[in-house]
């Protein structure tokens, strides 16, 4: 479990902590969690996610377990820099829908002396880095990589796997209707059978 760190230094220092991780496997809560403590310290909390985002509500951050804190929907990354002088926390949710320009963003707000708290997945669909959060990783002072369960074998998920229903385009919202979580043997297996069945549909359209 992540503990706030204990501050010796100029308390206008600012710093940046990164919740990562394959689908299901609690970025969110982990978010809603450390955002509602620094409420109950009477801090002042503000939290972002894409507009993209409407799976469960326009105006909150929603985890799969419905647990829910409210939140501004914006387009880009900018916008998370207006009017943010009276706000100590700072929250940022699916990051791995933002463009490029947070890794600035969050950078600018930790040197303003903002606690800046970014969940995103690490990797697509595919299993290669996902938008930001490569470099948001490489520029943090706090990393913590959650994981899910994969339900072929129980060992610990670290990949999102897309099943065959979904669309094949790179960012498609859904749920457990069309993801799971795969570690990285089950990942593997599922693409292997995966262009094996794809060579056979080729070889039977010739």
Known sequence: MFL???IT?????G???IICGSMFSGKTEELIRRLKRAKIANQKVVIFKPSLDTRYADEAIVSHDNNF???IGIQHSSAILDSLEDYEVIGVDEAQF???ELVAVCQELALKGKRVIVAGLDMDYLGKPFGPIPALLAVSEYITKVHAICPHCGSLATHSYRTEQAPSDLVVL???DLYEPRCRSCYSKAGQLKLKKDSIS???SV
């Open 4 to 6: 706030e760190p204990y």
């Open 9 to 13: 230094q100029d308390p206008k220092s």
């Open 15 to 17: 710093w940046i902590e």
């Open 69 to 71: 804190i409210h939140a």
């Open 98 to 100: 933002f463009d490029l």
């Open 174 to 176: 859904g749920e457990k």
């Open 202 to 204: 080729k070889e039977e």
